[in-house]
Every structure is written in C-alpha cells, then in structure tokens.
C-alpha cells in the first residue's frame, strides 16, 4: 500500500519499467513520512558517480521533530538498490528520451522504499487522447449505472 504517490507522473509519462529502491533518511523523516507528510510531486531522480539520488522530494517536519537539528524538507537523499541494477538503470536511461520519475513511497519491512520508474515522456497529443479515452470510460460507467436503474 502506498502512503505517497505521484499521480502526476503517471499522466506525464509513459511508464516502462518499475523498480524497488530503499531510501537513506534520518529519524524525523521516517516518522513525517509514516503520517503521509511528503510529497514527491516535483522530485526528481539523477545520477552521480555511479549512485542514485532522489531531489526535491519535499518531507514536512512533524511539530515534535528535534529542535538541536534544523530539519531541511527538501534535501537531496541517495537511493539504496544493488550496483548491477543501477548500472543496468544507468544503461537504459542513456537511450534518449527516457528518464526515471519517482512513484511511490511505501513501508515494506519497516523500511521506506520508492517505487521508481523507468519512464519516456508524453506528447500533448498522447495526454489528450488519455483523457478524452477515460472521459469516455467515465461516461459509459454513467449511462450503464442509470440503465441498469430503470
């Protein structure tokens, strides 16, 4: 079950491939993240020396967070998977057009993980079509629940 999402991930691109990665976090942010404080809308994944990184995943401090830190919500946090999955990652994402997006954040074990995908980005046209096509689905869900009342 997933306490986060990326809704907007999803109309924005086309999702080819999923991966698992564990996240490097402090104390504070796993108990905001518990209560559902984060938002991953605007975050980012890149890679340096070999290593991937989540950036701009926002995490609201909880009012009871320590006071001798100074928590920063917006800090760039390293991601946790095995280096022939990344090297793989790396491979695929240097073909054009294609880029990781984050989409989810769940516990699994009492660990956080994110969910990443491999994903290529959408033409306007293709959005459109997207949502003219469950607008439709929509609609069709309407009129079959009205028949089936009369």
Partial sequence: MALIQNKKARFDYTIE?????GLVLQGWE?????E?????????????EGEL?????QVVPLGTASTHEKPQPTRTR????????IMR?????ERSGYTLVPLDMHFKGGKVKLTIGLAKGKRKFE??????????????QRLMKKKMRN
Wanted: aromatic share 8%.
């Fill in 127 to 140: 959005k459109r079509a997207e949502e003219s096509k469950r607008d439709w689905k929509r609609e069709q």
């Fill in 53 to 57: 990184f989540l950036l701009n995943a």
């Fill in 36 to 48: 559902g404080r984060a938002q991953i809308t605007e975050a980012h994944i890149f890679v340096r």
């Fill in 89 to 93: 990652i790396i491979g695929l994402i």
């Fill in 30 to 34: 796993v108990k905001s993240i518990r």
């Fill in 78 to 85: 390293k991601l946790l998977m095995h280096k022939k999955e």
């Fill in 17 to 21: 491939d999923k991966y698992e990665a």
